[in-house]
């Protein structure tokens, strides 16, 4: 094992980053022409939407920062977080 600049082994380091797991829901539009020609199929339009946003810690340091911050924040950090993905504007891609 190699030591890192701090002088703490690499092994331990990766398992002290906090690590967040973010879910969503995604619904998607997408406009598609089918046609006699080449390419057969052209994607013209893609709307997407996100919603039911949410986060949490994916390891026991992630849980523990999430909880803590939320403490801290009275529950604002992870409220924070999910109501900027609900209210994200729309992802719209004209290809």
Same mark, same amino acid.
């Given at each position: 094992?190699?030591?890192?600049?701090?002088?703490?082994?690499?092994?331990?380091?990766?398992?002290?980053?906090? !690590?967040?797991?973010? =879910?969503?829901?995604? +619904?998607?539009?997408?406009?598609? $022409? %089918? *046609?006699?020609?080449?390419?057969?199929? /052209?994607?013209?339009?893609?709307?997407?939407?996100?919603?039911? !946003?949410?986060?949490? =810690?994916?390891?026991? +340091?992630?849980?523990?920062?999430? $909880? %803590? *911050?939320?403490?801290?924040?009275?529950? /604002?950090?992870?409220?924070?977080?999910?109501?900027?993905?609900?209210?994200?504007?729309?992802?719209?891609?004209?290809?």
């Amino acid at each position: 094992m190699r030591p890192d600049t701090a002088g703490s082994p690499l092994v331990f380091v990766s398992y002290a980053d906090p !690590a967040f797991r973010v =879910g969503f829901d995604i +619904t998607a539009d997408v406009m598609a $022409t %089918v *046609a006699n020609t080449e390419p057969p199929v /052209r994607i013209d339009n893609i709307n997407a939407v996100i919603s039911i !946003a949410n986060v949490h =810690g994916a390891n026991a +340091t992630g849980t523990i920062t999430e $909880t %803590v *911050a939320d403490l801290l924040t009275k529950g /604002r950090f992870s409220a924070e977080i999910a109501a900027r993905m609900n209210n994200f504007p729309d992802l719209r891609l004209k290809v």
